[in-house]
């Protein structure tokens, strides 16, 4: 399938170098620096009403002209985004809310969010006729990365994190990628990785923005789709959760074009959600850190294993964000987790993996202190399908009995 070419350059978020749309640059050839597409809003302004959008397309090619694919190109999909924005009326009564939506982001070809970034970066390195792609992955984001590269017929070399579950790895290898489990903490292995894709001339795919620009401009669309399910405007809160921070950096920019194209004059306060024993951004903006000094975490440990990352890529770019939307960083307890997974899923009937029933621990955690008003609306972005860890599920819920088809025995046991 094939989409209209957009304009836009490549834009250094450190020293603002810029470099053409054609550049195979991922980062910065002058400074090291993280790039980011800008497109010319105002044109886009004049010639759009609304979000620009190409209505030939569904999901996040619908926001073609805000996507960085030059002329001719195909684009590599597997029908992502278009997620659902659910009215979580029961939650939202039970805390005292005005509304609370959940994007459901889990309802995406490889069960998370993960696609939305996928489906725009792989579709660069065809674009740029790439031997391979690799990437580092704690599951959900090595199987998107190995789904869309065999779809495109391009080898995929995956290398995963210590403690990847079952549920995760089998996902992982049906897509038939190459795939080399480490030992190795977060930040070594993405540093390996890069020297790997640099080695072999392949492109570097981590999610994270700082290596590679256009997993964010994929990550922005949720954004453009929440604008407008809600009629044209956005909550007064969104709660994300925060792993290596590449999602909520995308989100940022997503805010951010909304307000260069005159769509929304304010920003939703962004609260961004770590496990409490895994929350390097969590720990930065509690201590009143400047963004480059995000720490490293020793030892980290979540039941939330999507966002379990000992290090934060894009924990700069996620700090900024907060602090602009005047919101702010939680880090929750696998106890929360629990409870909320339980939540979403006995009462809205979502099943969410932990790192999905972060947002709605953090909310239930605001609700008793002031912060958040009656009046509120409130989105809490869920990222992926329970079925990536089904592990977690059966633990929160405990083991069903096993009964004898006995009705008189059944009786007096339902009875205790
Ligand atoms: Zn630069």
Redesign the pocket.
Known sequence: MAVNASSFILR?M????EFPSDSHNLV?S????PLEAVYDYEALRKAHHGVPADEKNRGVWRYSPLLPLNAGTGIVTLGEGATPLVDASRIAEALGLDKVYVKDDSRNPTLSFKDRKTTVAVSKAAEFGASGVANMTAGNAGSSVAAYAGKAGIPAYIFTIGGISDSKLAKLLSYGAMVFRTTAPTKELMTFVGDVAKKYGMVNMTAASRYNPYVKEGSKTSVFEIYEQMGGRLPDWMFIPIGGGGNLAGIFKGLRELKLLGLIETYPRIVGVQGKDCAPVVQAYEQGLPPDQIPVVENPRTIAHSILDSWAPDGDQALTAIRETGGLAMGVTDEELYQSMKTLSSQEGLYLEPASAAPLAALGRLMGDGTMGAEDSVVLFATGSGANQPDATLFAWGEPPIIELDLEGFVRYISK
Request: proline share 0%.
């Open positions: 250094c450190t020293h603002a170098c910065c002058n400074c090291g620096g």
